[in-house]
């Protein structure tokens, strides 16, 4: 069976695309082949290596992309975490189905580091959610 193609995009590639990428490899099993990019990539940030760490996904060889590195990869699904990455969307030439889970930036958080710690877990759990409901997985 042809495993489908999925690219997670958010606007920095450091945190939600990040965490999209490692879990649905996980839990997709050889089903799909994922990736992950920015429209600004920027670093990994820390809190989603531990938070990942945390949930028992190990977040080696990570690295943050720039979208028009996939602009001519054959792809199934776009899935872009937030509006400001969706307005760089480049013409894809494959023409995937471009899906919209537009979910707040934990990086954007306020308060101590357990405070943005929580947050970093509430946009796992979403996001594993997410994944779960749209690719039908348990």
């Given at each position: 069976?042809?495993?489908?193609?999925?690219?997670?995009?958010?606007?920095?590639?450091?945190?939600?695309?990040?965490?999209?990428?490692?879990?649905?490899?996980?839990?997709?099993?050889?089903?799909?082949?994922?990736?992950?990019?920015?429209s600004h990539p920027a670093p990994v940030h820390e809190l989603t290596k531990e938070t990942l760490r945390n949930n028992e996904i190990h977040p080696n060889n990570f690295t943050s992309n720039q979208i028009d590195e996939f602009k001519y990869k054959k792809l199934d699904y776009v899935i872009v975490l937030c509006e400001v990455a969706y307005h760089y969307l480049p013409d894809f030439a494959s023409n995937p189905k471009i899906i919209k889970w537009f979910m707040d930036d934990p990086i954007n958080l306020v308060g101590d580091r357990e405070n943005q710690k929580r947050g970093f877990q509430i946009a796992f759990k979403e996001i594993k959610n997410k994944i779960r409901i749209f690719f039908n997985l348990k």
């Open positions: 069976m042809k495993k489908k193609q999925v690219l997670f995009i958010c606007t920095g590639n450091s945190v939600r695309s990040q965490m999209a990428e490692a879990i649905l490899k996980k839990m997709g099993d050889d089903k799909y082949q994922v990736f992950s990019a920015g």
